[in-house]
């Protein structure tokens, strides 16, 4: 029997910060409310001139987690990508990567899942290397969601940002390490968040017709899906606690996905896990989506937060919608 642990990780944050004081100047908002509302302060926003395409995002990510591991790209047996913002509708932001990384023998795809893109990648590759059928893997979350952004609408542009982060992970005989992944989805709330082309084939469900419409423009319901965030969270970080017969006293640091400062807020309350054991960086970077995870796990261990044998609990939610979890023993 095998388990997995993460061996190495990296991220990549685009050069070009946008902050409040500049959103301000664009469009009806201000720094005192996208503060008081989301716990936002800046984002960063990939630049055309600096080549941060999804796939250079990716690439800078991965290879800072594969030089942590030690290993060199050619181990790698799978490259699996949490992103539904990828270069181009095929091929996979994986098989980019797999070329820019010369990893010739992995086997790479992307999965779509929304801001739970990373920890559905995770948990597929955890099975594979569980199953004997996989090594040693790459995961990332990469997003550039400036791209789909409709820059009038204020109740999203303030919200969502660009970046990616990648982790190494290896197969072990010894029993630690990823102790369990949960993946949960509901399609019933597919029109809370979506992307689609306006002048394509796409329904547009009427709820939100009034949003100014254009090509690939992303909608949100955000009051609905902010409940829908806390319960769906809670209630899989909970199940993730009780399979592993852990409470909440024994999580060292929770790494929950940074969307909103209330709905964090929120689901440390309903744990009863106190905030100083929550990581918290959405004041610099934004919703980053299924990147928000990886960047932030690569910046707590970069920070030295993260300790041999700690308890880490980490817990998405997003578009679909979908939400997962997983705890892992850490073993850098
Ligand atoms: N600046 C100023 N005012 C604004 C802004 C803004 N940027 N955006 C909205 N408002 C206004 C609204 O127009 C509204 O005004 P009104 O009362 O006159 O109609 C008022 O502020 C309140 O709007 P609400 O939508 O009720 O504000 P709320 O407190 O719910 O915050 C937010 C909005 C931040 C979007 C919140 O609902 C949220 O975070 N939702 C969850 C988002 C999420 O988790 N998404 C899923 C994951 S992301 C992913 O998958 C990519």
Redesign the pocket.
């Known amino acids: 029997m095998f388990h997995s642990h993460i061996i190495g990780t990296g991220s990549a944050i685009p050069k070009r910060i946008l902050s409040n004081k500049e959103l301000e100047s664009l469009?009806?908002?201000?720094d005192e409310?996208?503060v008081r509302?989301?716990g936002i302060k800046t984002r960063h926003i990939c630049s055309k001139d600096e080549n941060e395409s999804s796939t250079d995002l990716a690439l800078q990510a991965s290879l800072k987690a594969i030089e942590m591991a030690g290993i060199s790209a050619d181990k790698l047996d799978m490259i699996v990508m949490g992103t539904?913002t990828p270069d181009y509708q095929f091929p996979s932001t994986g098989c980019m990567v797999q070329n820019a990384l010369k990893a010739n023998k992995a086997a790479a795809f992307d999965v779509s899942a929304?801001?739970s893109g990373f920890l559905y990648a995770l948990s597929m590759v955890d099975n594979a290397i569980r199953s004997g059928n996989c090594k040693t893997a790459l995961v990332a979350g990469v997003e550039r969601?400036s791209s789909i952004i409709n820059w009038q609408d204020?109740?999203?542009c303030?919200?969502?940002a660009d970046g990616a982060g990648a982790v190494v992970v290896n197969a072990t005989e010894e029993n630690r390490g990823i102790l369990s992944t949960h993946i949960r989805s509901d399609g019933k709330y597919w029109d809370l968040?979506y992307s689609s082309y306006v002048y394509g084939k796409s329904y547009r469900p009427e709820l939100l017709e009034s949003i100014d419409m254009k090509p690939f423009y992303l909608k949100?319901e955000?009051?609905r899906?902010?409940k829908k965030?806390i319960r769906c969270l809670s209630l899989i970080a909970q199940e993730a606690m009780e399979t592993n017969s852990i409470c909440s006293e024994d999580i060292s640091l929770v790494i929950p996905?940074q969307?909103?400062i209330?709905?964090i807020e929120g689901l440390a309350n309903n744990l009863n896990i106190p905030m100083e054991k929550v990581y918290i960086n959405i004041q610099k970077y934004g919703?980053t989506?299924s990147a928000s995870i990886p960047i932030a796990l690569d910046e707590a261990n970069r920070e030295g937060r993260l300790k041999k044998g700690d308890y880490v609990l980490i817990v998405s939610?997003?578009?679909g919608l979908t939400w997962a979890s997983s705890i892992f023993q850490w073993s850098i």
Do not use: D, K, P
């Open positions: 469009i009806n908002t201000s409310w996208i509302r989301t539904v929304g801001c969601l204020r109740s999203t303030v919200l969502l968040l949100m955000g009051n899906l902010f965030a996905h969307a909103n209330r709905i919703n989506s939610f997003g578009a």
